[in-house]
T-cell receptor, first 114, second 112 residues
Framework: AQSVTQLGSHVSVSEGALVLLRCNYS??????LFWYVQYPNQGLQLLLK??????LVKGINGFEAEFKKSETSFHLTKPSAHMSDAAEYFC????????????FGKGTLLTVNP | DTEVTQTPKHLVMGMTNKKSLKCEQH?????MYWYKQKAKKPPELMFV???????INESVPSRFSPECPNSSLLNLHLHALQPEDSALYLC???????????FGQGTRLTVV
C-alpha cells in the first residue's frame, strides 16, 4: 500500500528565505508524485509532478522538487519565499498497484513573515 | 481551457432537503472524481468515474449518489445529509486514471 508522510504540519519562513517542504513516500512500485497548493477556501492547484522522467522537476511559481529513490523523498523547494506563497501544500502519490488512487499527505501550512 | 467548474460555490441545506452539486470540464478528460475535504485535513476520495462508468466507491453512505451523464459532466446528488457531512466538496478530472488530476474550486456545503 502506498502512503505519504509530510514532515512538519506548519513551516514558517521569512520573505526572501528558502522554502523547504518535506515529503517522504512509501510505494512498492514506481510511483507518480505530485505537489498541490491550496489557498484558503479554494480548490487544489497542481504545482508539479514526477512521472519517472527527470528526477529534478520544475513547477509553477518558482517551485521545484527532486525525486530521490534512495531516500524515498520528494521534497519541495523554492529559493526565495514570497508573501503570496502562504498556503497549504499537499504531497500526493499514486501508482499502478493502487489502481492510480491518489493518496495525499496530511499537508503543510506555509506561513511567510514580512 | 484547463478549468474544472463547480456549482454552486456555497450551499446550505437542511437535513431533509435534496440538492445536487455539479461539475463540468471541457478538457476531454475521461476520468472524473469527487473528494470530500474537512477543515485542516487532506481531501478524501469518494467516487471515481472512468469513461463514464463508476469504477471506485470508497464505501460512501448512500445519502451521496453520484451521476455521470456524459464525459464532461459529473453530479453529486445529496439527500438526508447529516451535519457532519458539512465540508468542502471537490471535483477533479484527469486525462485518464494514470495522469495528474485538475481540481475545481469546490462547493462549500453546510448542513443545518
Amino acid at each position: 500500500a502506498q502512503s505519504v508522510t509530510q514532515l512538519g504540519s506548519h513551516v514558517s519562513v521569512s520573505e526572501g528565505a528558502l522554502v523547504l517542504l518535506r515529503c517522504n513516500y512509501s510505494s512498492s512500485v514506481p510511483p507518480y508524485l505530485f505537489w498541490y497548493v491550496q489557498y484558503p477556501n479554494q480548490g487544489l492547484q497542481l504545482l508539479l509532478k514526477y512521472t519517472s522522467a527527470a528526477t529534478l522537476v520544475k513547477g509553477i511559481n518558482g517551485f521545484e522538487a527532486e525525486f530521490k529513490k534512495s531516500e524515498t523523498s520528494f521534497h519541495l523547494t523554492k529559493p526565495s519565499a514570497h508573501m503570496s506563497d502562504a498556503a497549504e501544500y499537499f504531497c500526493a502519490v499514486s501508482d499502478i498497484g493502487s489502481n492510480y488512487k491518489l493518496t495525499f499527505g496530511k499537508g503543510t501550512l506555509l506561513t511567510v513573515n514580512p | 481551457d484547463t478549468e474544472v467548474t463547480q456549482t454552486p460555490k456555497h450551499l446550505v441545506m437542511g437535513m431533509t432537503n435534496k440538492k445536487s452539486l455539479k461539475c463540468e470540464q471541457h478538457m476531454g478528460h475521461r476520468a472524473m472524481y469527487w473528494y470530500k475535504q474537512k477543515a485542516k485535513k487532506p481531501p478524501e476520495l469518494m467516487f471515481v468515474y472512468s469513461y463514464e462508468k463508476l469504477s471506485i466507491n470508497e464505501s460512501v453512505p448512500s445519502r451521496f449518489s453520484p451521476e455521470c451523464p456524459n464525459s464532461s459532466l459529473l453530479n453529486l446528488h445529496l439527500h438526508a445529509l447529516q451535519p457532519e457531512d458539512s465540508a468542502l466538496y471537490l471535483c477533479a478530472s484527469s486525462h485518464d486514471r494514470s495522469t495528474e488530476a485538475f481540481f475545481g474550486q469546490g462547493t462549500r456545503l453546510t448542513v443545518v
